[in-house]
């Protein structure tokens, strides 16, 4: 089976290089993830030019409007596809208003860039516990998204953003969580032993990141989950203002996983410290949760689900 990351560009400047749907092309061909609604053609024409002419499934990890905004042209494209979703993101689906009119709120101008996501037709969806597809292996991985999936197929698992987001550069590896609110510490390292039970395996991430080894990433990601909650929470217990931006300059200095940053270009730095904003926000809520005395105004939603 071959498999391929086909990237889907974007026209907000830090964006390339960012966004991806997987193709796997076999006995039955299967993309993951469809990228936003507004570049969904770009997705269209490469899978076009690369020959494709029947698209069997699509695997949708969540419905975030960044994976799944895309779905809709896509079966205009392929009307052959079938899409498996989590049960409780059909709904969403077939009626996106709901889905847009929160991403507008907590995206802001980035959800306009990504674009409203069209109606996607009830037959063309199947929930997950009916889906039946040989050799894919269906994994509930809550953490990231309530409605979160991971999928094994063949001999790969696709891991969405259950993993956090990874990017192998020419400077090293960077890891960065993806834990928006509201963020269930317990939820999601769950998922994460979930993922790490199964066999090792070259991984595959929603944002255009892969790697040979499941477990070696898997355990990365789970200490670094670990290590942001107490930093998180020592600059919590110091008092002051400026929290967020307390916390992101402490995550820069002391988490080994986000030393990349540093060697990144002003534009892509610019787009991570909007994901690890709002993943800050996510841990804020879950301490205050817990009982740390945290500010509203620190829990305000940032520009990024991602």
């Known amino acids: 089976m071959g498999v391929t990351l086909i990237e889907i560009k974007q026209d907000v400047p830090g964006f390339n290089e960012f966004f991806g749907s997987w193709l796997c092309e076999g006995e039955l061909n299967v993309v993951i993830d469809a990228g936003p609604a507004n570049s969904a ?13 029947r698209l069997d499934y699509i695997l949708l990890t969540h419905i975030h409007i960044d994976h799944a905004g895309g779905v809709a042209r896509l079966l205009d494209a ?8 989590h049960e409780k993101a059909v709904n969403f689906l077939v009626d996106p208003s709901r889905l847009w009119a929160g991403s507008l709120k907590v995206l802001g101008k980035v959800a306009e860039a990504y674009g409203e996501p069209e109606p996607v037709p009830l037959q063309k969806l199947i929930p997950h516990p009916d889906a039946e597809v040989k050799g894919l292996h269906i994994v509930e ?4 998204a309530a409605h979160h999936l991971s999928y094994c197929f063949g001999g790969r698992l696709f891991a969405g953003e259950a993993a956090g987001n990874y990017l192998k550069l020419p400077q090293g590896e960077y890891i960065r969580p993806a834990t928006p609110p509201r963020f269930f510490m317990d939820v999601c ?7 790490m039970s199964l066999g090792d395996q070259p991984i595959c991430y929603a944002h255009f990141g892969q ?7 898997l355990e990365m990601f789970r200490d670094q989950l670990l290590r942001w909650e107490g930093i998180i929470r020592e600059e919590v217990r110091k008092g002051g203002g400026a929290l967020v931006e307390r916390c992101m300059d402490a995550l820069l200095r ?5 030393q990349v940053f540093h060697k990144m270009g002003s534009e892509v730095q610019e787009r991570e410290k909007i994901f690890m904003s709002n993943s800050i926000r996510g841990y804020l809520g ?16 940032g520009a990024g689900t991602s």
Not at 141 to 144: D, K, L, Q
Not at 254 to 258: Q, V
Request: charged letters at 30%.
């Open 41 to 53: 053609e770009r997705l269209v024409q490469s899978l076009a030019s690369m020959g494709l002419d």
């Open 211 to 217: 790697a040979e080894s499941s477990h070696r990433c």
């Open 286 to 301: 879950f301490l205050r949760e817990a009982g740390e005395p945290i500010p509203e105004e620190d829990l305000a939603v």
């Open 189 to 195: 390292l769950k998922s994460v032993d979930r993922l």
């Open 78 to 85: 392929y009307p052959e596809a079938r899409v498996i979703c």
């Open 254 to 258: 002391k988490d080994p996983c986000l």
């Open 141 to 144: 991985t809550p953490g990231h």
